[in-house]
């Protein structure tokens, strides 16, 4: 006879607890073993988060003795990539390339089909890095102060581009120009490199592109920098002024990039992918990337990832709030 007192359900409750656990384990120990596994990159590629996946997937596949398939799922200002891999199966063979624009998205679209903050889980930060702002060579301006005094002699008739809706380029463009009281038109495009080649082709004006993307082309000669965005100078680009310290006092952005998982992800799973992640980040492959296209690497437990992570969704709803940002 089957016993429904108290004490005998704790007892069965602790056994089903056990049970799950030995199975998650289990299920851990296999991980990866079944089939490659999926880094979703919600951008085009050749931007400045598919410049930053690539080598890490590659990197990751050694480390895991699996292979990692780099799955380009533009559009919405990443939000579409972030939707798909957030309703993934979540096993452990799904995952997303998140980054800053996830926050600011969480914030600004009111038009989403999923709650970024209850459907994706930090799994480890990968950097942070400053953005640039870029202008078409044509452009008469060199100096952050010339740039602000040309867009308020053109006034509606200026340009930007976005790598989309709600992205960082375009929340941060909108806050410069209400504390520089300058006007510009938003031209969003689906991911940073096709609006990187409008700008190379003079059909955009300015933008402001995250510092990998930026940099390959500035080196290049392909588009002229002319300030970054963070708080203190990039040592990528030592000689460019911030626009906090020349017309925008206060004004700071700064770009993190992460990978994410699915919730419900089991976590010894997030623990495994979480300490590949870090043993990819110590490579010479790794380093030469990074450095090379302006990335610091931002080294963060699991916890505090997550942490970071929810605390800078609130941080852009702030920012959104203020300056009436809104997506619908």
Known sequence: MQSNSPKGNRARGWLAALFALAACSAQAASWPEQQPVRLIVPAAPGGS????SRPLATQLGAILGQTVIVENRGGAGGMLGADYAAKATPD???????AVHHAIGATVNHNLMFKPERDL??????????NVVIVNKKLPVHTPRELVDWMKQ?????????????TLQHLSMEWFKSVAGVKAVAVHYRGSAPAMSDLLGGQVDLMFETMPLALAQTRSGAVRAIAVTSQARAPALPDLPTL??????????SSWYGVMAPAGTPPAIMDRMHDAIERALDTPELK?????????????SRAQFQAFWLDDIQRWGKIAREHAIRID
Do not use: H
């Open 121 to 130: 889980v930090g799994v480890a930060s990968i950097g942070t890095t400053p």
């Open 49 to 52: 988060l598919d410049i930053l």
């Open 244 to 253: 906090g310290e020349t017309v925008s006092p206060g004004f700071a952005v």
């Open 154 to 166: 053109k006034g509606d008739s200026a340009n930007y581009a976005t790598g989309g809706p709600g």
């Open 92 to 98: 452990g063979y799904t995952f997303l390339m998140g």
């Open 288 to 300: 030469k990337v990074w450095d090379g296209a302006g990335v610091q690497p931002d080294r963060m």
